[in-house]
């Protein structure tokens, strides 16, 4: 497994502070405890992201991954690449999800762990977007394929901050599925 300093850092966010939760509803399902059970069939769409504290004059990107793949007890293909998103704007009020108006960098991917694996964790990361950034443009498949399977096994969230030109994440949360 790659090295994810950032991973824990912002798992430990969570633990200090509260107001670090990132909205997430996925379908019918409104992630406001992290680590909270979706099932597979119910997180097909990339999720509706919100954060009360977001500030409407700036756009963020989320990175999200699956810790546990493929199975929690033996993780040794982990973190995968579920999604990398940019061009996110808050909605109408700060409660509103956030809007999306960029291509994606990383499609988003919906939970698919193997028969017999109990939860993974899907884990939601929230970064101010830079003023210059290219994301897209440099890392993106071109013409905006999809992003292969094998670009996103051992995703390190430590490479992907460092390669966007990320700051410190601004939000986490994270929900269970199998």
């Known amino acids: 497994m790659p090295s994810n300093k950032s991973v824990q850092a912002g798992l430990e966010l969570l633990k200090k502070d509260p107001s670090k939760v990132l909205g997430l509803t996925i379908g019918k399902h409104n992630i406001t405890e992290p680590g909270q059970y979706v099932p ?33 007890s033996f993780d040794k ?10 061009g996110l704007k808050v909605g109408g009020t700060s409660a ?12 988003y991917i919906g939970p698919a762990p193997p028969p017999g694996s109990s939860p993974h964790r899907y884990v939601f ?27 996103r096994m051992w995703a390190s969230l430590d490479e992907w901050e460092k390669k966007l030109g990320l700051g410190e994440v601004v939000a986490v949360n994270y929900f269970n599925s199998n």
């Open 40 to 72: 597979r069939a119910d997180a097909r769409s990339p999720p509706q992201l919100t954060l009360a504290s977001a500030s409407p004059s700036k756009s963020y990107v989320v990175i999200a991954l699956d810790l546990d793949a493929p199975f929690p």
């Open 77 to 86: 293909l982990g973190p995968i690449l579920h999604w990398v998103q940019s």
């Open 96 to 107: 509103a999800p956030f809007d999306i108006s960029e291509p994606f960098v990383a499609n």
């Open 125 to 151: 990361f929230l970064y101010e977007q830079p003023e210059a950034f290219d994301g897209v443009k440099k890392f993106a498949p071109k013409d905006g394929k999809n992003l292969g399977n094998a670009s």
